[in-house]
């Protein structure tokens, strides 16, 4: 395979990202012209929110995986004394994919743990504020961060396609080290979409969210 | 360098207070360690490589080829599985009737099934939830004390924690063991190994103690206040037939002990036991939720069960091995029907996921796995941000000398840092804590001469106690957004009290006793 092939895909999907740039502003848009912005922020959350739950679909998916190639690890080495390393190296990938992928979808359904002392006394609105401060101040810039710190590194992965350390391994290991951008664009995604739902909730072109929720979310350890 | 422990201590304040703003736990966390990183990079007080290794330190064996952790999906694939069969209601239901017609009945009905379900899922706000939707009515039907009842509901949620297979347990022992290699690096000593196992281990004994001093405390309200917890007066729901007590009592309670029983006795490492946890309840929860409709799948299931034990049984029949050179006829015969047994036994795994996903359990219980473990592993990331920046400011070294200059040489120091936990513990996660907290102040206690397992426990159950004291412990919290209207928050608040003398009371013993918590792994490291 052209070696070269890779670098300049990266390189077009950096551009493509820094062209979405704009995308960012579109929640702040939102505050100041609701009525003009909401016909495309509403389509593009929903978009977003669905692209999200492709992600959880493979996260859970994940999770199956988990189960099965942990159970072969098990009775293959258990039974017949045998091992691989690329089985016990399916098990580690199968793990990481599980919440690499299903972040973007813990947040899209509130299942991240908050603080819960003061929140009620906020109100409606005082919440929405925080949601929009809370990306805008603490999401974008660590997934922001983790692509740029991340770019030379994953280049010159992909250029050597960079397989397992061990000689039976498997030789995928730039696909795993992938899933570090794939998970900080996911969280991009889906901070805009949640930046966008509180915008629009704070204009009031959106239900106020429901805070029924006792028995799925935060149930922490 | 006094710019740098500025900053280091505005970080931690600035966290603590973006945190109550109510926003996202794990992002916070990372967020304002990144923002305090930007900043001592302007200033010069941070060395900029050092945030650039954030995705290596992500893909790395600390988070993402984390090996111990790969444990805590599983077991929580097995919580979540577990109660998507309704297996808590039932040994709920089932305790309830056999203990019902003593005086305290319930109660010790909610304390031993509360050991059960924690054993089995370790997640304080399921159980508590659980049994507050189903234990608490009946208790007050029953003109049980609330405070009594609620009490003993909140605390006994809270054991989830302590006894193993608990969630939380992993990751503390994760925490720990790093924090022991950094100790023994600093004291030049190859000296210590905090596994998993050791930590199950050494919950195990004070675990025990603690159900023990709760039942013994309902047993001493029922002889004391008779009124407070009244045996069952009526029932008019048929008797318990010996198939529901076997099925529905016997089977979890085998599923719990045989993982706990092949992680203590070191058979298999935490990890593979979690997988055959997570396999055991889907095999459990396609028997307990298939009807007569589907007869073939329940068949299936229990050919998969009868393919494990063979497995088991074969193994020590034969050498097994494919790798050897020669193989003799009979182990040939004994690898035929092993590969029979484990084909078997995939078939019915297939059969316990149909029955599900048949009656719509599997999509919400993956569903639900993949957010809570979203959700540990992502404060998993947001915490190792936090510390990287933390370290890199050399928060840690101001953390070892105030521990180091605390009043009261190494007991002060361990006082401070339980106390610090303790009220952190209000509104941190446990989760947290152990990612945040923990990695800072076990390193110095463990130079200071504490034994890293021992002191494991002791915050185990410290952070136990304070997820039950009022007026911000999360299992308060869970049970007040459960319980009916009439029962009082001054009651839950009152009712937790006692329990929290018992707490204390454990504490003190394995603090004053660390053979407790020290001699069960002691006896499996042989």
């Known amino acids: 395979m052209d070696s070269q092939l890779f670098p300049l895909l990266g390189t077009g999907l950096k551009w493509l990202g820094l062209l979405a740039l704009p995308l960012f502003l579109l929640p702040l848009l939102v505050l100041v012209l609701p009525r003009l912005t909401q016909r495309i922020a509403t389509p593009l959350f929903k978009t977003i ?107 010159r992965s992909w250029m050597l396609l960079e397989g397992s350390r061990e000689t039976d391994g498997l030789p995928v290991l730039f696909l795993f080290k992938t899933l570090v951008p794939v998970f900080a664009i996911l969280m991009i995604a889906q901070g805009v979409s949640e930046a966008l739902k509180a915008a629009l909730r704070l204009t009031g072109h959106l239900a106020p969210a429901s805070e029924t929720k006792t028995e799925e979310a935060h149930h922490g350890a | 360098m006094e710019l740098e422990i500025f900053l280091a201590l505005a ?54 080829q984390n090996e111990t952790l790969i444990a805590v999906p599983l077991f929580i694939l097995m919580g979540v599985i577990l109660e998507r069969s309704r297996v808590a209601e039932d040994l709920l239901h ?45 208790m007050l039907r029953q003109n049980y004390d609330p405070r009594l009842a609620t009490g003993a509901i909140a605390a006994s949620g809270t054991l989830g924690q302590i006894i193993p297979p608990s969630i939380v347990l992993i990751l ?76 529905g009592l016997g089977a979890p309670l085998l599923l719990i002990l045989a993982v706990l029983g092949a992680i203590l006795s070191g058979i298999a490492p935490p990890t593979q036991a979690a997988s055959i946890g997570a396999a055991g309840a889907i095999l459990l929860a396609g028997l307990r939720l298939s009807d007569d409709s589907d ?101 840690d070294d101001v953390v070892a000398d105030m521990l180091s200059a605390a009043p009261g040489g190494k007991w002060g120091a361990l006082l401070i840092a339980m106390l610090v936990m303790f009220v952190l513990g209000f509104f941190l996660d446990f989760i947290e804590i152990v990612f945040v907290v923990v990695p800072l102040v076990t390193p110095p206690l463990i130079i200071m001469g504490f034994d890293p397992i021992w002191l494991a426990i002791l915050m185990a159950l410290n952070l136990q106690t304070s997820f039950l004291t009022p007026p911000f412990g999360f299992a308060l919290f869970y049970l007040r957004g459960a319980a009916p209207e009439e029962v009082k928050t001054a009651d839950i608040w009152r009712g937790a009290i006692p329990f929290i003398g018992l707490q204390i009371i454990m504490i003190i013993l394995v603090a004053s006793l660390p053979a407790l918590a020290t001699w069960l792994p002691s006896l499996t490291a042989r």
Not at chain 1, 112 to 122: E, G, N, Q, T
């Open chain 2, 94 to 138: 089932i305790a309830s009737r056999l203990l019902g017609k003593v005086r305290g009945g319930l109660g010790y009905a909610v304390v031993l099934v509360g050991a059960l379900l924690a054993a089995s899922t370790g997640i304080v706000g399921a159980t508590v939830i659980t049994m507050t939707l189903i234990a608490l009515p009946s």
């Open chain 2, 11 to 64: 970080m931690f304040a600035t966290a603590i207070g973006a945190l109550l703003s109510g926003y996202s736990v794990a992002l916070t966390l990372g967020g304002v360690a990144l923002l305090y990183a930007l900043i001592g990079i302007g200033l010069g007080a941070f060395p900029e490589p050092m945030l650039r290794s954030m995705p290596s330190r992500i893909q790395g064996g600390s988070i993402m």
């Open chain 1, 49 to 155: 929110d669905r692209i999200t739950g492709f992600a959880l679909a493979g996260a859970m998916v994940a999770a199956v995986s988990l189960i099965v190639f942990q159970l072969i690890v098990v009775v293959m080495s258990y039974a017949f004394g045998l091992s691989w390393t690329w089985m016990s190296e399916l098990v580690i990938y199968a793990f990481a994919t599980m919440f690499m992928l299903g972040a973007a979808a813990a947040l899209r359904d509130d299942a991240h743990v908050r603080v819960d002392i003061l929140r009620p006394r906020f109100g409606e609105n005082g919440r929405n504020w925080v949601e929009l401060a809370g990306i805008y101040l603490l999401l974008f810039p660590i997934c922001i961060r983790l692509l740029a710190a991340g770019e030379q590194g994953l280049a």
């Open chain 2, 295 to 395: 007869k073939r799948l329940p068949s299936l299931i229990l050919a998969a069960l009868a393919g494990l034990v063979a497995i088991l049984f074969l193994r020590n029949l034969f050498d097994l091995r494919m790798g050897v050179e020669a193989i003799s006829t009979a182990n040939r015969i004994g690898i035929g029907l092993t590969l029979i047994a484990t084909a078997l036994f995939f078939i019915g795994l297939a059969a316990g996921l149909a029955v599900l996903h048949k009656k719509a359990q599997l999509l919400p219980a993956l569903k639900s796995a993949v957010h809570i473990t979203s959700m540990v592993f992502l404060i998993l990331i947001g915490a190792s941000i936090f510390s990287l920046v933390f370290r890199g400011f050399g928060g």
């Open chain 2, 172 to 247: 503390l022992a994760d925490a720990v063991s790093n924090s022991a290699s950094q100790a023994a690096a600093v004291m030049g000593d190859a000296g210590f190994v905090v596994s998993v196992g050791d930590l199950f281990a050494g919950a195990l004994l004070p675990g025990i103690m603690l159900v023990g001093l709760y039942l013994a405390y309902i047993a001493f309200i029922a002889f004391t206040r008779p009124e407070a917890c009244p045996p069952t007066s009526f029932d008019d729901s048929p008797p318990l037939t010996a198939k529901e007590v076997i099925f």
